[in-house]
């Protein structure tokens, strides 16, 4: 059974720092692309930044020079480090793995954490 199980959210001022942690279990990890997204109400989801297998990074223009994704293939885990956080990054935080097996694609997500960022 595939697990993706986020942590690290919470309430940050402006300014602010968290990371956040996925770790996950049920899948060859280090063959996954790995992504974080967002949602803030009344929005849709997006991307905020992923890292493939080979350890190419990709980010949202909204996150670049913020935020760094990061990953330990010996632990299973995917990290979002997000520095000078905004109110706008406010939004409930979702870890995903994505791969291309044999023409099909495979994706799973986690359950989300929230991070609030407030005065």
């Known amino acids: 059974q595939v697990q993706l199980v986020e942590s690290g959210g919470g309430l940050v001022q402006p300014g602010g720092s968290l990371r956040l942690s996925c770790a996950a279990s049920g899948i060859f990890f280090s063959r996954y692309t790995m992504g974080w997204h967002r949602q803030a109400p009344g929005k849709q989801r997006e991307l905020v930044a992923e890292?493939?297998?080979?350890?190419?990074?990709n980010y949202a223009d909204s996150v670049k020079g913020r935020f760094t994704i990061s990953r330990d293939n010996a632990k299973n885990t995917v990290y979002l480090q997000m520095n000078t956080l905004k109110p706008e990054d406010t939004a409930v935080y979702y870890c995903?793995?994505?791969?291309?097996?044999?023409?099909?694609?495979?994706?799973?997500w986690g359950q989300g954490t929230q991070v609030t960022v407030s005065s």
């Open positions: 890292i493939t297998s080979g350890g190419k990074t």
């Open positions: 995903n793995a994505d791969r291309w097996i044999a023409g099909s694609e495979y994706v799973y």
